[in-house]
Nanobody
Framework: QVQLGESGGGLVQAGGSLRLSCAASGRIFSINDMGWYRQPPGKQRELVAI???????TYADSVKGRFTISRDNAKNTVYLQMNSLKPEDTAVYYC???????????????WGKGTQVTVSS
């Protein structure tokens, strides 16, 4: 099994920045794609950014140019640098990962518990 633990959420004013981290533990050798999803209040969970084991990145249109995903395989950690935050970025942010050779578009196999990000106007 793999455990994912997010950190770095909090309250920030519009235009500010936050950096989320997600550390993986357990059977980390089995991890393939990693990424961030978010669930705004009263809405469905949505993809924010993905980084594959080979370093290819994908972003939601709503965060392109503002968010940057990165991955440190030596530390088994994925990061999300969020700049120019907007009130509509307010959500619970979840870290996810796939196992073995599974791809993110078939669904994540592992999830963290989430971290709250609140952006005030």
């Amino acid at each position: 099994q793999v455990q994912l633990g997010e950190s770095g959420g909090g309250l920030v004013q519009a235009g500010g920045s936050l950096r989320l981290s997600c550390a993986a533990s357990g059977r980390i050798f089995s991890i393939n794609d990693m990424g961030w999803y978010r669930q705004p209040p009263g809405k469905q969970r949505e993809l924010v950014a993905i980084i594959t084991s080979g370093g290819r990145v994908t972003y939601a249109d709503s965060v392109k140019g503002r968010f940057t995903i990165s991955r440190d395989n030596a530390k088994n950690t994925v990061y999300l640098q969020m700049n120019s935050l907007k009130p509509e970025d307010t959500a619970v942010y979840y870290c996810g990962a796939t196992r073995d050779r599974a791809k993110y578009y078939y669904g994540m196999d592992y999830w963290g518990k989430g971290t709250q990000v609140t952006v005030s106007s």
